[in-house]
């Protein structure tokens, strides 16, 4: 079975600036997909970016970036230009490729505190 | 286009209760998973529908069922609820063919005195 790791509960970052925040997975599968949610205090799950395992090429959504290394089995992602609205939890999420579904494992979370 | 709606949002029940919850998908969506959140055990993954057929199910009591209609609309029920069963629950929808985005509802928080 998958297994994904957030090993930092809390991070905070100064409006403005860059913030990473670290995933680590356990698989024996060669094709999946990873993605980060963001969680604000409504409850509201929101796709923040999404990496295929079979693309060498970091994904990126705007302020939003991922650094993925496949024989690490790492996925960390990096907030630049930190705003208020980032505040939220964080979640980093495994689908499989081959297996049928939209079955997604969640890591921990990581709680991220925006200060002005 | 309407995002996925959850009814009700908030519940509260007593302990022996059963409980059913209802999520209605994206418009043109054919799939709804359903996830419970506690702050002890996180994320966890109920179960999965497609085309009103259970594809994916996860590590649950069988006090834990679900269902889907023909329109994609999903209900699930919790039969004879523990208080361990207090929860935010979620249900996200998605087309279900292909690896595509999963859209997630506000959740339903059951309360279970």
């Known amino acids: 079975a998958q297994t994904v790791t957030q090993s930092q509960p809390e991070m905070s970052v100064q409006e403005a600036e860059t913030v990473t925040l670290s995933c680590t997975y356990d698989?024996?599968?060669?094709?999946?997909?990873l993605f980060w949610y963001k969680q604000p205090p409504s409850r509201q799950m929101i796709l923040v970016i999404r990496q295929e395992a079979y693309k060498q090429q970091n994904a990126t959504e705007n302020r939003f970036s991922v650094n993925f290394q496949k024989a690490a089995k790492s996925f960390s992602l990096k907030i630049s230009d930190s705003q208020l609205g980032d505040a939220a939890m964080y979640f980093c999420a495994y689908r499989s490729e081959w297996a049928s579904g939209s079955r997604l494992t969640f890591g921990e979370g990581t709680q991220l505190t925006v200060n002005p | 286009k309407a995002g996925v709606t959850q009814t009700p949002r908030y519940l509260i029940k007593t302990r022996g209760q059963q409980v059913t919850l209802s999520c209605s998908p994206i418009?043109?969506?054919?799939?709804v998973s359903w996830y419970q959140q506690t702050p002890g055990q996180g994320l966890q993954f109920l179960f999965e529908?497609?085309?009103?057929?259970?594809?994916n199910k996860g590590n649950f009591p069988g006090r834990f069922s679900g269902r889907q209609f023909s329109n994609s609309r999903s209900e699930m029920n919790v039969s004879t609820l523990e208080l361990g069963d207090s929860a935010l629950y979620l249900c996200?929808?998605?087309?279900?063919?292909?690896?595509?985005?999963?859209?997630f509802g506000p959740g339903t928080r059951l309360t279970v005195t």
């Open positions: 996200a929808s998605s087309l279900g063919q292909g690896v595509n985005e999963q859209y």
């Open positions: 418009s043109g969506h054919r799939s």
């Open positions: 698989t024996s599968e060669s094709d999946y997909y």
């Open positions: 529908y497609f085309s009103e057929t259970q594809r």
